[in-house]
């Protein structure tokens, strides 16, 4: 990787201080799109600051990429504005506004070389030669592809190709990156190695803001430093990734990103100032990370799989008995299916004890409360 | 896959061998072998000659080639270029719109060819529009019938275009000229050279409406096969169809083999 | 939009002039009685009667060779069966008169397959004696169009999963009821389709009648041909092209309607 060249401190590259600090913060104010009657996108307002990746995640149909669409410039919002950094570009046509995409099926020109394709955008914004000859070995050997050049795109591999489209995208120095689910098309392994790549290359262009629609959890968890989950055109909740998933502030966020048991609860005794609430399942009496519960509300527990432990430490001060249900081996991790009151709670164990008890015997399961997490009970957003 | 026994294929094979021989085969081997023929009394030619291409090569036959290589290259550019255009710009257009346009430029293909030239004479044969007994008035003929074609084949490689190719480009900041010249076109390039390919050999082969409207000068291949085969030159005839079977074939084969090269696959 | 303006002038407008002369005699008078005349009159109905048979023939016998070939050309592939099937392919750009004109030399009165027999048998007089009617102008459109059926039919098999027919076959199905059960009823829109775009250029055909030159064998646009240019008389063929017209457009919309089932 030689993103430091592609950041840029050449002679000729008069952008480049520009670029290097300088990704746009993009606003979403109210901004809604309807295809007649059907509205696909309630109005959303979201903030991605400049240098950031907004991971936005949902099932499909959920207005994730009608969102990036918009951004682009290929959906006319019905109401609200889109700013990025301090033009609002909301009637800008999509070859004003300054960005970069790269799509599920890369949508290289076939016709031309890579070397080409990514001279692209400079190309069709008339810059002069000796600028687009450097920004496309830059951008090429920021994705690692500078042998190619000479290439066709129909010689490369789907991952080679994918690099390429991010290489095109990188060369017009955008404001805003757009990834339309650029890695979908890709087999898992390669898919993984790609996902680690674009995280480098973004440690290494701290300033590009990047937009990452996809429906992957395990692509949003890796790569984005925040995350919104989106769920019929709206938002269902939007934050830090690592607070979104230790924090899920509800049921279908919880569901949604990683794995989770969710065991109902009634609230004993409201948050201490540490944060932690007392709640009654049964006969068990269980500390969680609470927000704003209090005394007597129903509420879901929420613990991840691999939180739950069949062997008590120090931590591990909560505890509920299941009746083991089923257990698969699978190498690294051995998954238990345990029943609790009819709730089944799942188990992603590393250690087991060393007689592994029968299917149908009653396990205690023992986790911490700072692994856990209160939630409202009802399932709606 | 269907049939599995060897012997059961075997009778199938000959079947179809059978049909194609008689149907397609022999005909194009006959006009072949009677354009070369000296004499044709028995079952077979008494001797083979190229008399008959020498004679085509000389004579007025020469011109007819002539008048339709022109008729047909000019007539299939208007053609790409009227269907493209149409085709491009119907994009734009809302769906009720788009169906009823599409539906009005693929009218032409389905009116008989002679009735195209009917309504020439009858429209064009007046001042101020005095096209009658000019060669504008075979282009008009032959570009109006093979409109329909071409509008047809650029609009379906438009259909196939994955919508993704243009996008990107204007996220780059390509503006729609550009573009269109950079990225749309040169992606409908193969269905370009096909629709033109079509039109061409289609206008090549056109009688219906041209034996309405051609003026003594302009005689195209076609009429003049007519004419010598009505005369009872029916030799000069076939060596001259073999000249309009092998000038087509080599067309699109020719451009098959750029498009292949162009698209590389 | 200038390519629909250009469309417009250069066929609507004269289309609608067909239409208009059709009403107006040749010294540019109102006649409307002249179309009853016609109507009536035995040419036309002639030509007409003519028009339909030969189309319904051809499209049947394109039906039925086309159907052969594709099954051959899908189920039962030979080496080559690729580039014979691309070969038929490009008889869609041949010129029609073509195989009329082979014809001529096959089958006409001192064609091949004549010469044959009379040599062979010692006969006094040509015995097959069909070129110059009804069923010559049938074979040689049967042979013309058969590509525009089997164009369809082999995308439509393309698509049939070989792996339902060795199913088929593995329980224990001859070929004649896989073919009736497993592919027909994949074939059907392509036959529809096909078969409606058959009768439409079968009603236009040109070439092939002119070149047969039949006494009897007189088409619509044959008659047309004939009226405007042999004998000038443009009121009786604008009359004729306005029929002929309006059956060919009514054998468009059913083949759009078809190709749009087709979702072609």
Redesign the interface.
Known sequence: MSAAAFTGSGVTDIDAAKVRGAGSNVHFDKVVVAYGSHVVLHPLTLDIAPGEILAMIGPSGSGKTTALRAVAGFVRPASGRIRIGATDVTDLPPYERGLGMVVQNYALFPHMRVEDNVAFGLRAQGADKALIGERVKDALATVGMSAYARRYPRELSGGQQQRVAIARALAVRPRVLLLDEPLSALDAQIRRNMVEEIARLHRSLPGLTILYVTHDQTEALTLADKIAIMRDGRVCSHGPTTDLYRRPPNRFTAEFLGRANLLPVTVAEAAGPKGFATARHGDAVLTGAARDEKAGDKSLLCIRPQHLSLTADSEHTNRIVGTLREVHWQGELTHLVLDVDGTPMRVSATKLPVALPERGASVPLFFSPADTSLLPEDAGV | ????SRSG?LV??V??AL??GV??L???A??L??SLADQ?????PSGLTTEHYTDVARGAAWNSVKASFITGFLASALALV??T??AL?LRLQGAALKRL?G??????S???????G???????SHPPLLLNGTIAIVM?AH??LI?AFTFGNVSAGLARL?P??E??????????A??LW??TL??L?PYLVAAF??SF??S?????AT??VYPPGWVTL?VS??SL??RGD?FA??AL?MI??AA??IL?LGLERITAR???S | MPPAALLALLFFYPLALIIRQAFLDDSGVANAAEIIRVLHSRFFLNALVNTVTISVAATAGCLIVGLVLALILAFVPFPGSGFIARLIDTFIALPTFLVTLAFTFLYGSAGMLNSGLMETFSLPAPPVDFLYSTWGVVLAEVTVYTPFILRPLLAAFSLVDRGQIEAASVLGARPLRIVRQVILPAAVPALIAGGSLCLLLTVNEFGIVLFIGAKGVITLPLLIYGKAIQESAYQVACIIATINIALSLGLFGLYRLAAGRLGA
């Open positions: 896959m269907l049939v599995w294929r199938i094979w079947f179809f049909i194609f149907l397609f022999a005909p194009l006959v006009i072998l009677s044709w009394n028995g079952v077979l009227s269907g255009w149409a710009s346009l539906l009005l430029f693929f009218i032409p389905a009116v008989p060819s002679v009735s195209v009917l309504g020439l004479l009858v429209a064009f008009i570009f109006v409109s994955s993704d190719f996008q990107v480009a204007s996220s780059l900041g390509a503006r729609p550009y573009r950079h990225v040169p992606l390039a390919g079509l050999a289609l090549m082969g056109e009688l219906g034996v309405m076609p096969i007519f085969t009505d029916i005839g076939a169809t309009l079977v087509t074939l699109l162009a698209t590389g």
